[in-house]
């Protein structure tokens, strides 16, 4: 069975400059200003073994509905190789930030996963930033990597390609919190400050709140930090709830309180983190906390069933719309 590759990534990061490489094809692609690509192409590679490669649209555009959509469509209608994210080669710590939305969202199938850094030709020490990245990305569990410049030919490309996409295809499922992991809400510029403000206060409040623990054995050392986890959660909450509650589109509030959430369960797991350098609790009993975290937000996720349903419905109904143009 031929090996397929699918190319992801955010608007603008060069994967449709390596599928017209690959593919020998005449995409078009474009610098800044706008989303390029509408519509998903799939084509054969021209050179070395051959696997078939897709191009996507860029993933976080104006329209994050659209966004999920066109990853369940690509899905279910085509069995995967390798998912290769492509990350546009920057700063160490932008590139870092760009695609961990991403890889979460993927993160089960963390093995499948090759990351592309593009723009590599403007890295002034590629030695040295070869090794960073790679020691980072493999600390984070993704083994495979390449290293894509604007000077490489299509046959070096499907060399380098060929070699990381070993895996036959594959049906990829994705759960219904994976698929909402799509999700973003940034697109609605003056609800999104109001949120960051609110993460603001929440992240000075949980400082405060975990400052100078008390000399008390282990286990209430524990119960301790689980009742300021609790604390600092529905302190959380109804700060949220007073600026968003009364958003009357559901599928909106919903996606803001999906954003509150994964920032709120950073900002506690960081602080627990520090706990733990600080010697205050143990490595085992930071997965106890975790698990905490987790099931301290879970309580309040059934006020958000409502936009979850309609968006999870919208995302289907969006997806029977999607295009697969093979070329
Ligand atoms: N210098 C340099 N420029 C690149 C490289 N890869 C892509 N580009 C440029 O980056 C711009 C965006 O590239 P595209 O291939 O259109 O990006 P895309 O990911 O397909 O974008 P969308 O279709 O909007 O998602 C274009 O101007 C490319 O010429 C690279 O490795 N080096
Ligand atoms: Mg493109």
Request: aromatic fraction near 12%; glycine fraction near 4%; include cysteine.
């Amino acid at each position: 069975m031929k090996k397929v590759a699918l190319l992801v990534s955010q608007s603008g990061d060069g994967k449709t400059t390596l599928f017209n490489k690959i593919t020998n094809s005449n995409q078009e692609v474009q610098a800044g200003g706008r989303v390029v690509t509408r519509e998903v192409y799939v084509k054969d590679s021209k050179y070395g073994q051959g696997f078939t490669l897709i191009d996507t649209p860029g993933l976080k555009d104006e329209d994050c509905i659209g966004t999920s959509s066109k990853i369940l469509n690509l899905i279910e209608n085509i069995w995967i190789s390798r998912i290769m994210v492509v990350v546009r080669y920057a700063r160490f710590d932008i590139i870092k930030d760009t695609c961990k939305w991403l890889l979460l969202a993927f993160e089960r199938y963390q093995d499948r996963i090759t990351i592309v850094i593009t723009h590599f030709d403007f890295s002034d020490d590629k030695e040295r930033e070869q090794r960073q990245l790679t020691e980072y990305y493999h600390k984070a569990g993704i083994k495979s990597i390449i290293f894509a410049s604007r000077e490489d030919s299509g046959e070096t490309l499907c060399e380098l390609f060929d070699s990381e996409i070993k895996d036959q295809p594959q049906k990829m499922q994705l759960t219904e919190s994976e698929l909402l992991s799509f999700q973003q809400c940034d697109y609605n510029q003056f609800l999104y400050f109001e949120l960051l403000e609110i993460l603001g206060d929440i992240y000075i409040q949980s400082k405060r709140l975990f400052q100078g623990f008390p000399v008390i054995d282990e286990q209430a050392k524990v119960l301790l930090v689980k009742e300021i986890i609790k604390k600092l959660i529905n302190y959380s909450y109804v700060k949220f709830n007073r600026s968003f509650g009364r958003n009357e589109n559901d599928e909106e509030q919903f996606l803001f309180f999906l954003e509150f959430r994964r920032s709120i369960i950073d900002i506690v797991n960081r602080d627990i983190q520090i706990l733990k350098w600080n010697n205050i609790v143990k490595y085992v009993q930071i997965i106890e906390l975790k698990n905490f975290i987790q099931n301290e937000m879970e309580t309040y996720d059934k006020n958000f069933e409502v936009g979850r349903k309609k968006c999870l419905q919208k995302i289907r109904e969006n997806a029977k719309n999607q295009k697969i143009n093979y070329l």
